[in-house]
């Protein structure tokens, strides 16, 4: 058993299911239900994270918990959903909410990929270095789940050096970054370093 929907803490799935009920669960027929019930009332959903390279959930409690007087018989790893012996009812319950839920997750189908975009700073060699030339070749980069921007710049560096800046959207979970970096890199002719200026959560 475990105390939420899905593990040990209250995720999306418990206020989705939350939001399903049409009324809280009584305390006398279902005392396990309803106390959920009552923590996920008093919890706010969670949010994203922020920080825009990170996508952890943060659950914040929404009022200060009121202290409870804990029998002397109760176990300090109460399940929320736990059920006694003669309560077969109530996980019956439980057992159909949490089965409605994840068929009307099913139907909504996968979630989209994760993105990020990624702007490089490339520093050629020379003043003579063809610029227009090198953004051809890095164009030519392709892969399943790149996708280069259409605009590039020449940024001034210093003694009439500028460096090449353009920017792609890549899929997390098809490409490396890094290989990226390794292919811009290898064309040696044109290119002296390859920076990440940004990389931003899509």
């Excluded at 839920?101 to 020379?126: C, E, F, I, N, S």
Aim: proline share 6%.
């Amino acid at each position: 058993d475990s105390s939420f929907i899905t593990g040990a803490q209250p995720t999306n799935d418990d206020f989705e299911v939350f939001n399903a009920l049409p009324q809280a669960p009584s305390a006398d027929k279902y005392p396990h239900l309803a106390r959920w019930y009552k923590t996920i009332a008093n919890t706010e959903a969670p949010t994203k994270c922020e920080h825009p390279a990170c996508g952890c959930e943060v659950i914040k409690s929404s009022n200060e918990p009121e202290p409870e007087q804990e029998d002397e018989d109760d176990d300090e790893d109460f399940d929320l959903f736990g059920s006694d012996d003669d309560d077969s009812e109530a996980e019956e319950i439980r057992a159909k909410i949490v089965a409605d839920y994840k068929a009307r997750k099913a139907q909504k189908g996968p979630l989209p990929a994760a993105k990020t975009t990624v702007v490089y700073h490339v520093k050629p060699w020379d003043i003579d270095t063809d610029l227009d030339e090198l953004e051809t070749k890095i164009r030519a980069i392709q892969m399943d789940g790149l996708v280069w921007g259409q605009v590039a710049k020449r940024t001034p560096v210093a003694f009439g050096i500028r460096h090449l800046e353009i920017y792609n959207v890549v899929e997390d979970e098809k490409v490396s970054v890094d290989d990226i970096v390794e292919l811009i890199e290898g064309f040696e002719d044109h290119v002296q370093s390859v920076d990440i200026a940004l990389m931003s959560k899509v």
